[in-house]
């Protein structure tokens, strides 16, 4: 729906309605895991279409008058993560993981652990944890299995330690193959815990041009794989299942939908699961060091630590997974977050509530930019050029502080009028090229700089007119004109219609609830009823006499 409304120009929001997709509480049971995928997706939608993006809405399995009277209300609101319960409205926050559980809790293994992706680099950590928490069997399953690289090293390794090693090529989407692995662990080790940590390759492909092969290629790796583990599983007393999910689950990820969904799935499932009386565990992770999961494309992991987001050595998320399975946690994000850093090109296009719990993100939010540095070089050197002089200054100023933040060779692919857009800037780029200026100029600027002013002319204007105190150029905000071609609906001022409504708020009512407003003939109209071939229900208003 996104796409289609793009497509005819229209920049009406879409909000995502789901019905028991999330949970807000230890009594309130996660039953659509399905569902919970949407909002993984509609996370990335926010970043990626912030004007056409309207937000997420989970509702309670029984939708009653009172439930949709507080929708109503959460859909002209503030928020766009919301849960609408029968005790009120709850909004999503990320806040920081208390002390639950016992102190020091540590994840005890025995029998066997299998272990998706375990060929991998995530996975050859996870197989050492499982053994050093006393397992003694481990089944590595990976697509290439014993084709797979480093295996025999790793194999060693782990059979130096006093656990045997299983080695199994399976594409884990593949139920029967799953089943065959599974009916092989031996007696007598029986499987005991369960980690999917099997990642994928290229998971980049933003909302505008997500493709349904696309979607269902990233979906089928993490999804029904990890659907299938649980089925597979429910009937055995497992002492852990841990699902590896990522942080674009958390927050959405720019350009990443499909990967969101997917991941965004596992947190649902583990919800899900924990809700019927199953060991779950579902960890968000964000960037690791070395080979594994996001941190493959060096370009990528740069650009992620210019956004505040640093890779975790591997003995400190592994220190994090067993405190998140030896208290029993559901569901957790794990990550080496600069906050100050990231909620600024986090919420640069889109302000959102989802960090304020985070007290560093409160203070970065606060400052909105860089303080003030009182008069600066730059300032005094423009005040003694003329007005040519002056606008070509800080036109080079805007232009080569935009090239370096790009990493172009100098600024001759930045012409003046061209948007920044286009040149490449997004919102981590727009906050980096705000910080350059504001400490250039000695002002404090937006987060928005770059969009509200979005080429350099006229942000090199806008800069004069706040050094100087010339003339402010409005900022410039691209007009759309949109053809509209949908239904509209035509009350009378009456308003009767079936059901008993006379007013356009028992209307609402009645179509938000999908009443069903049939009812049998009523006895003053005077009508005959000859016969027994007739309708026995139909729709009708009450009150006709009343009508002139």
């Not at 409304?5 to 309605?17: E, F, S, Y």
Request: charged share 20%; proline share 4%; net charge negative.
């Amino acid at each position: 729906m996104v796409q289609a409304l793009g497509d005819c120009g229209i920049t009406a929001r879409v909000w995502c309605v789901t019905r028991g997709a999330v949970s807000v509480g230890s009594g309130d049971r996660v039953v659509s895991p399905v569902q919970t995928a949407l909002w993984g997706l509609g996370r990335s939608a926010a970043l990626d279409l912030p004007v056409r993006w309207g937000g997420l809405v989970d509702l309670p399995v029984v939708f009653d008058e009172r439930t949709g009277g507080l929708l109503r209300r959460v859909l002209t609101g503030d928020e766009d993560q919301v849960a609408v319960r029968e005790s009120g409205v709850y909004g999503r926050r990320l806040v920081r993981a208390g002390g639950s559980g016992a102190a020091g809790a540590e994840a005890r293994l025995s029998g066997s652990v299998l272990i998706t992706g375990g060929t991998g680099g995530l996975g050859g950590h996870v197989a050492r944890w499982a053994v050093a928490r006393g397992a003694e069997h481990v089944v590595l399953v990976s697509r290439r299995g014993e084709q797979a690289d480093g295996v025999s090293g790793l194999r060693e390794e782990l059979m130096a330690l006093g656990a045997g090693v299983t080695v199994e090529a399976c594409d884990v989407a593949d139920r029967e193959a799953l089943a065959a692995v599974l009916g092989a662990i031996p007696g007598e080790f029986p499987l005991t815990a369960v980690v999917h940590a099997a990642g994928i390759g290229d998971h980049h492909a933003p909302v505008e041009g997500l493709e349904f092969e696309r979607l269902d290629a990233v979906l089928r790796a993490k999804m029904v794989s990890a659907w299938h583990l649980h089925e597979l599983t429910a009937g055995l007393e497992l002492q852990a299942f841990v699902l590896f999910s990522s942080g674009a689950a958390s927050w959405g990820a720019g350009g990443q939908a499909a990967y969101a969904a997917a991941n965004a799935f596992l947190d649902g499932l583990a919800g899900y699961r924990h809700g019927a009386g199953l060991a779950a565990t579902s960890v968000a992770w964000g960037l690791w060091a070395g080979p594994g999961m996001g941190a493959a494309d060096v370009d990528s992991v740069e650009g992620y630590r210019r956004r505040g987001v640093f890779p975790m050595e591997p003995g400190l998320a592994m220190a994090a997974l067993e405190r998140a399975v030896g208290d029993g946690s559901v569901t957790l994000t794990v990550t080496n977050t600069d906050w100050e850093r990231f909620a600024p090109s986090f919420t640069v296009e889109r302000p959102s509530a989802l960090l304020s719990g985070i007290p560093e993100v409160r203070k970065a939010l606060a400052l909105s930019g860089v303080q003030p540095g009182g008069e600066s070089a730059l300032r005094r050197r423009l005040s003694g050029l003329g007005e040519k002089e002056r606008t070509r200054a800080l036109l080079d100023l805007v232009r080569r502080e935009a090239a370096v933040t790009l990493g172009f060779d100098n600024a001759d692919a930045l012409p003046q009028g061209r948007a920044f857009r286009d040149v490449g800037f997004d919102s981590l780029t727009a906050v980096e090229l705000r910080n350059k200026l504001a400490s250039a100029t000695g002002l404090v600027l937006p987060a928005s700089l770059v969009f509200d002013y979005p080429t350099p002319a006229a942000l090199a204007e806008h800069l004069g007119s706040e050094l100087l105190g010339t003339v402010e150029a409005a900022p410039v905000t691209p007009v759309i004109t949109a053809a509209l071609d949908e239904p509209i609906a035509i009350v009378g001022m009456g308003c009767r219609f079936p059901g008993g409504v006379s007013s356009p708020e028992q209307l609402w009512d009645a179509v938000v609830s999908s009443v069903d407003a049939m009812s049998e003939f009523p006895a003053d109209r005077g009508w005959d009823l000859v016969g027994d071939d007739f309708a026995r229900v139909g729709g009708f208003v009450e009150d006709v006499a009343g009508f002139d």
